[in-house]
Every structure is written in C-alpha cells, then in structure tokens.
C-alpha cells in the first residue's frame, strides 16, 4: 500500500503533470501535495506525487552506497 | 537483539533480497503493524459488501479485494453480481463517479498516512454527489507505541517506515527516542537502504545513545510533507480507531471532519457501528503483526492458509508477512527457521 515510485516531471498543466517511471512508461499523475516542476524526481504514490526527491542527497546515497559495495568486496 | 519494522514494503524487501540471512548472528529484524490491509476491520470490509449488494458501486485499491471480512471479500461480493472496482487511485473513482451520474459510488479508503493525503485532496476538493467515503485510514505512530506497550514482544530499536515518513516527517518519531529510549531510524526500500537502516540501528544501541536518524535523506525531511499535513488536517480530525486482530488504539485513524459529513459513507447509508469477525479460528494474524510470532509458527501457515486460499488478511496483502513469507519461503530457507 505505502509503495511509492520515483519518476521524472516531463510535462506540468496545472497541478497534473506527465510523469515517465523510465522504459517509457508515462503517466498523468496529481500534483496536488507537492510543488514540482519539469525535470524533478518525484515519488508517486497512487497517482498523486508525495514528495520531490532531492537529487543532492539521491547522488550522496549513491555514493555511500557504492562506497559499501566496493569495502564488501574488498 | 531485534529491530522492529512497520511497513510491509520493508518486509518485503528484507525477504526478496535475503536481508536476514546476511545479518550478524542475533541479530534479527521483526515485522509490525505495517500492513495497512491487515489491520482494516472486517467490519468495515462487511460494510462495503453490503453496500455493494444493495447496488452501490464499491471503488477501492486492489489490495483490499480479496481479504475477507466476516463472511466473504469484496471480491465474493462482485461474483456475486456486486459492481466492485479496483482502482489505481482515488481520482479514477472520482472520475468514475462523474462519468456515471445515475449510479451511486462509494471509496473504500484504506491505508495510512502516505496514502490519506490523496483522500483529503479529492474531499477538500468536493467530490461529486454521487461519491461518497468510507474513511478507514490509519496512523503509524500509535502503531508503534502499541508495539512498545507489547509487553512479551522485546526489541531493540524501530526502523520507521520511508514513505509514510515523506508526509509526517522525522518529528513525527522524536517521542520514541525521547520518552521511550528507543533508537528510530527511517529508512528507504532500495536493499542496501534497509541494511544501512539496520546497521544505523545498531550503532545507536552499541553506542547506547538512542536517537532518530534519518537513512532516507533523498525523501524525507524533518518536518515532512508540510502541504499534506495542512489538507489531512483540514479534511480530517484524529479518532480512536479500531485495529483488526488489536483492538482499539488511542487517537489512532482518522474521520471526516463534521463539515465534510455529507460525504461520509457511514452517515450517508445509516452505517451502523458493528463488530465483525475479524479472525478465523486457528488465524495468528493478530500475533503476526505484532511481530511476537513468526509466520510459520502459525498451525495454518502454507497448509489451510496459502496465497491461493487465504484465510487471513496477513496471507492476502502483497504487504501482508505471511503472503510475503509464503512467497519467499522457497527462495530464503532460513526465514524457514524460527
């Protein structure tokens, strides 16, 4: 239920936006609880956007991440 | 040492990818109330059936579909001729219920604060006459101070669950910490999010310092999704709430707020306040979701109750534990161990 997906902003009319959850999958989806424009990474949650991803600390959890991986492997 | 999860998605995450198996030896990770579906009472889903035979158009998510209420699930209900709609989200059954100006519709809204946004969105918004709602929603934190009160259940420290936590935020959890001792960390549902939740778990309580920490910076922040408290708190008020297979917890759902009352299933259809039966005999739905037993300790578990023929609503979800051990089972033998 609490399953939440991110996808990009590809287009805004309004408070509904076009958003693509990659592969090509796109779909209109509310914006009425957030502020996002094109371009941002939101989290989608049965069909309403609930939070915008911030991008900074995405790339910093990547990196810990990877970070981690590389010191398992070690 | 335990560490207590709320959400079904991190359930299923640890089960998918293995998690318990790379832990530390005693260390494990123990599954609570996080299964929105599970804890719907059966009264509500009996209330919806009823509906949905008298010729009401029942709109809800697809995880509600098959669980059982007393007698039967919705899904019984629409073989039996009820119209029942699964629904990605509560627009379609606005948008539904536009389209369909002679029939009656009714939203089933289930789920806890991630999804009750969405709801206070489309009541705030004022839904079409022939809509109405059957608020059912619940609230993580009573959740988990009801697993605090569990006083043969022990762990160790709370991972909080990450989506939910987008809407209420960090603050939300700063009581566990603070009054109870007790380590928080919210934690994301990429694998390695939940292993570094786990490992942030633990550097608390090695260090004895409790806190709340925050593993999921990309999604949350202290205050929360400030937006979508503000319409939750206009659209609804806070209420005790009855839990299936718990009982009754304090301040624990939410309800219509008076002004929205014309929009309230219940009122709307004279909905009587009813107890219905929410466990099966044999079904330990009620000490699985506490985390105090684990699935195959239940005599019913992968026997009488299995995905196929489910007799509890821990076995139906996709966020239920027993669906997701039953799943599973083949795939993590050592979740096969008690």
């Known amino acids: ?74 | 040492m335990k560490i207590c999860h709320v959400c079904g998605t991190h359930e299923w995450v640890i089960a998918h990818f293995g998690l318990r198996a790379l832990l530390p030896e005693g260390v494990d990770v123990i599954a609570g109330p996080g299964c929105p579906v599970c804890v719907t009472p059966a009264a509500d889903i009996d209330s919806v059936i009823k509906l949905a035979l008298e010729g009401v158009v029942i709109t809800t998510f697809g995880d509600i579909f098959r669980v059982p209420g007393s007698n039967g699930s919705l899904m019984d209900a629409k073989a039996e001729g009820g119209d029942v709609r699964v629904v990605y989200s509560i627009s379609d059954a606005v948008e539904m219920a536009r389209k369909e100006p002679n029939k009656e519709f009714v939203f089933l809204a289930i789920g806890f604060e991630t999804t009750a946004p969405s709801t206070a969105v489309e009541v705030l918004r004022g839904a079409p006459e022939n809509l109405s709602f059957l608020i059912s929603h619940r609230l993580i934190p009573p959740a988990m101070e009801l697993m605090l009160g569990v006083g043969d259940v022990r762990f160790d420290g709370f991972i909080a669950p990450g989506h939910v936590s987008t809407i209420i935020g960090l603050k939300a959890y700063e009581v566990f910490p603070k009054a109870y001792g007790m380590p928080v960390v919210v934690a994301g549902f990429e694998p390695l999010d939940v292993l570094v939740g786990i490992y942030m778990v633990l550097r608390q309580v090695r260090e004895r310092r409790p806190r709340l920490e925050n593993e999921y910076k990309r999604a949350v922040t202290w205050d929360g999704n400030v937006r979508a408290q503000e319409l939750m708190a206009k659209a609804f008020s806070v209420v005790d709430g009855f839990w299936r297979g718990l009982g009754k917890l304090p301040r624990s759902a939410l309800d219509l707020r008076e002004e929205f009352s014309k929009w309230d299933a219940r009122r709307r259809y004279g909905l009587k306040p009813q107890r219905g039966r929410d466990l099966l005999p044999g079904c330990q739905c009620h000490l699985i979701i506490i985390g105090k037993i684990k699935p195959i300790e239940c005599p019913l578990f992968l026997r009488a109750c299995r995905p196929d023929s489910p007799k509890g609503p821990c076995m139906v979800s996709f966020e239920g534990t027993c669906r997701i051990w039953a799943k599973h089972a083949l795939m993590e033998s050592t979740t096969l161990s008690v």
Do not use: W
């Open chain 1, 1 to 74: 239920m609490c399953l939440a997906v991110p996808a990009r902003v590809v287009e805004v009319d309004g408070d509904i936006a076009k958003v693509d959850f990659g592969h090509g999958v796109l779909r209109k989806v509310s914006l009425a609880l957030v502020d996002a424009k094109v371009g941002d990474y939101v989290l989608v949650h049965a069909g309403y956007a609930i939070q915008v991803i911030d991008e900074k600390e995405a790339m910093e959890t990547l990196r810990i991440l990877e970070e981690i991986l590389r010191f398992s492997e070690e």
